[in-house]
């Protein structure tokens, strides 16, 4: 139990585009999403904090505008990264919290981000 | 102060010792305590929660939680070249519904 998915597993795109991706929780209901970001070698980044049906909280010197997220359903999160650049080229973490659960984060297995 | 604090390594053992890996924590509220595995490349994976003080055993991973002396540990008997990952200790602070991760230590089992 407890599964995480994320869609793309990577992704290559151009400056200037738009990149979604989606977190699903696939066998549980999460009420909390997480969004982290991790350059190599490096922490996990905390990015923003996902609750169904609200507006997501995002941590400081993270751009709102820059990095949509929507959380519309309990089992769906996604970050769009919009008009990339090649400075956003890191790899994407979501994390859902059990609605049933403790306070256990299960993982999404990452989206590695390359803007050329 | 750093919130979640872990030596970095590498922590080298032998294949089939025990690796102890430790973390301390500054918020003396915190009620909740994790342990994930990062393999390079990879996203964490949940190996252990823990949320009273004592020992919590799973197979040959064991948690310990000191709220007292405000640490938690891993012990990983039998350890083998396959446990080589980084693992990061992560705490909820009290009142808070994120988690704060430490900088993970990097351990390295040597065959």
């Known amino acids: 139990g407890a599964v995480v998915s994320q869609h793309p597993s990577r992704v290559i795109c151009k400056s200037g585009t738009s990149v979604k991706i989606e977190c699903r929780s696939l066998d549980f209901q999460a009420t909390t999403m997480f969004w982290y970001r991790q350059f190599p070698k490096k922490s996990l980044m905390l990015m923003a904090t996902?609750?169904?049906?609200?507006?997501?909280?995002?941590e400081q010197g993270v751009e709102k505008d820059k990095f949509l997220i929507n959380h519309a359903s309990l089992t769906l999160s996604t970050l769009t990264v919009t008009s990339a650049h090649p400075e956003d080229s890191s790899f994407y973490i979501c994390s859902a919290r059990d609605r049933a659960g403790g306070n256990e984060q299960y993982f999404g297995p990452g989206t590695r981000l390359t803007v050329t | 102060q750093k919130e979640v604090e872990q030596n970095s390594g590498p922590l080298s053992v032998p294949e089939g010792a025990i690796a102890s890996l430790n973390c301390t924590y500054s918020d003396r509220g915190s009620q909740s305590f994790f342990w994930y595995r990062q393999y390079s490349g990879k996203s964490p994976e949940l190996i252990m929660s823990i949320y009273s003080n004592g020992d919590k055993e799973d197979g040959r991973f064991t948690a310990q939680l000191n709220k007292a002396s405000q640490y938690v540990s891993l012990l990983i008997r039998d350890s083998q070249p396959s446990d080589s990952a980084t693992y990061l200790c992560a705490v909820i602070p009290g009142g808070y519904q994120k988690v704060t991760f430490g900088t993970g230590t990097k351990l390295q089992v040597i065959p």
């Open positions: 996902s609750n169904e049906g609200s507006k997501a909280t995002y």
